[in-house]
């Protein structure tokens, strides 16, 4: 104890009691001088204590109240307080003597040491936790918070989109590439996010299989692919699914024919034929449709590639093999009773003056007809008097000697009425009936996946 407190401590001890109550310096009368001093020298070193502290220094640690120790490590103190502080995680150190800094999105500390950028590839949504590589067909450059998908049409890899696909080429959505696929052999990609599609029957892929075009004539393309031209004997007009045998009294003599040859006066032939036959003689070949010769009548001749048997004159006999006599009728009539020279009714023909032919089924005439006409392409002849001819309307169509209009099946449409080119529906439109010009588009809030009805 120092000099000084112990000579006041004497001094207070050989004071009387009473007078020590009267200056208040006794606050219990039951207690000693030697007690109430030393409480006294308690509070009085207590004070003296305390007016002596400094306040602990930011980036100290000051828990012992004896000494000052710098914080280490990723912890920190501010100025005044008692301890250092560690930083957690999802929290930045800048120094000990500092607050720490918050990461923000797309960075991350698990140690509370520095808030480090995502890197490219992963993603830090929570800067608490490490950093999260991205799922297939996802990517993210650095610094991000969240991975975004692959699109489709374009070159990805985990952490970058590259160049886009150039036309006929595609990538799908969601999906790694370092190289764009070729489109399918015999298909076409209309688009380079999309899978390769098929052409329609009757139709092929362009040159750079991004649209499907016609089917070349001459050729046939079954499942939207061309197949080859046609053999000798058949044949095939634009937009053609499948070869066509050659029609009787026609020739199909090359390969790759589009449009059957005619049959000459004083010919015929039979389906499939590369060439017509001359007319025997004695026989009778009428212009056009004959499949097979004609026997010529009773008193009638003819010479070889003859297209109608000749009368013999009353002074001819049945075997004579010429006559310079010859009764005849104008053209385009024929014989109905002895000496009677009748016109060709509609519907028929008359090739000779002795014989009226009743026209094949896909074709017509009008009265004094010598031959039947091929109903054309794109039009249906339902009667062979040539009444009612139909031209197809649009979103149907007819082939050659057509006897009805085909109209187009629900979810395609038909752009052409002289071929049988059905086009199946775009995406995002549909076609409900048959007969359809165009295809309709999807109303919004729709779905039309089956390109054949718009449902809600």
Known sequence: MQPGRLRERDKLCRMPQRQLLRRGRLPHPGLSFRDLFNRWSKVSSETHSNSACTTCPAGMDCSSKTAAVACTGNSYSLIGASGCTTVGAGMGFTSTSTLPT???????????????????????????????????????????????PCPGGALCSSTTVGSTCSSGTYVLPLTYATTCNACTTGMYCPSTANSPLTCPVGSMPNAGQTSCVVCTAGH??????????????????????????????????????????????????????????????????????????????????????????????????????????????????????????????????????????????????????????ICPAGSACPNTDGTSITVCSSGSYALPASTVCTPCSIGHYCPNTDRPLEKECDEGYYASSTGMPACVICPADYNCRDKKSATD
């Open 220 to 373: 046939c393309c079954p499942a939207g692919v061309d197949a080859g031209s046609c053999s000798t004997g058949q044949y095939a007009p634009a937009g053609s699914s499948s070869c066509l045998a050659c029609p009787d009294g026609f020739m199909c003599a090359a390969a790759g024919t589009s449009t059957p040859t005619a049959c000459g006066a004083g010919y015929y032939s039979n389906s499939g034929r590369t060439a017509c036959v001359q007319c025997e003689q004695g026989y009778e070949c009428p212009t056009g449709h004959s499949a097979t010769r004609v026997a010529c009548g009773t008193n009638m001749y003819s010479n070889v590639g003859a297209s109608i048997c000749t009368a013999l004159t009353s002074s001819q006999t049945s075997s004579s093999t010429s006559s310079s006599t010859v009764a005849t009728c104008s053209s385009g009539y024929y014989i109905s009773t002895p000496g009677t020279c009748t016109i060709c009714p509609a519907g028929s023909y008359c090739p000779d003056i002795y014989t009226m032919y009743s026209c094949p089924s896909g074709t017509y005439s009008t009265s004094g007809a010598i031959t039947c006409t």
């Open 102 to 148: 918050v990461c923000g999105a797309g960075t991350y500390s698990t140690d509370g040491s520095a808030c480090t950028n995502c890197p490219a590839g992963s993603y830090c949504a929570n800067p608490t936790v490490a950093p999260v590589a991205c799922g297939t067909g996802y990517y993210s450059s650095s610094g991000s918070s969240s991975c975004l």
